[in-house]
Nanobody, 123 residues
Framework: QVQLVESGGGLVQAGGSLRLSCAAS????????MGWFRQAPGKEREFVAA????????TYVDSARGRFFISRDTAKNTIYLQMNSLKPEDTAVYFC????????????????WGQGTQVTVSS
C-alpha cells in the first residue's frame, strides 16, 4: 500500500521560506516521478513542481520558477519542496503526488496523493 506523508507546512510571513517534505512508502521510490500540487480555497488543484525518477529533470509552474526548488533523496524515499520568497498567493494546501511513470507527465498520470499540508503566508 503506497503512502505519501507530507510535513513542513505552517504559517510564515511574506518573503519567508519553508521546506516541505514528503516521505513515501510501499513503492519502489526510484521508479517514479514525483511532484507537488496545491489547492487554495475555492480553487482547483494546480501543479507546482515535479521531478523525474533520478532527479535529473525538474519542472515548475511559472509562478514558482526561481523561488521554489524540488529535490529527492532516494536513500530516504523522500522528496522536498524548498519554497523561498513566499507570497500570500502561495497560501494553499500542498499535496505530494506520485506519477505512474519514471518521467514527468500529465497530472492525469498521478496515481497516489498525500493527505496535504497547509501553507499560509501572511502579508
Amino acid at each position: 500500500q503506497v503512502q505519501l506523508v507530507e510535513s513542513g507546512g505552517g504559517l510564515v510571513q511574506a518573503g519567508g521560506s519553508l521546506r516541505l517534505s514528503c516521505a513515501a512508502s510501499g513503492l519502489t521510490f526510484s521508479n517514479y516521478a514525483m511532484g507537488w500540487f496545491r489547492q487554495a480555497p475555492g480553487k482547483e488543484r494546480e501543479f507546482v513542481a515535479a521531478i523525474n525518477w533520478r532527479g535529473s529533470t525538474t519542472t515548475y509552474v511559472d509562478s514558482a520558477r526561481g523561488r521554489f526548488f524540488i529535490s529527492r533523496d532516494t536513500a530516504k524515499n523522500t522528496i522536498y519542496l524548498q519554497m523561498n520568497s513566499l507570497k500570500p498567493e502561495d497560501t494553499a494546501v500542498y499535496f505530494c503526488a506520485q506519477y505512474k511513470t519514471p518521467l514527468i507527465t500529465s497530472y492525469k498520470e498521478v496515481t497516489h496523493w498525500g493527505q496535504g499540508t497547509q501553507v499560509t503566508v501572511s502579508s
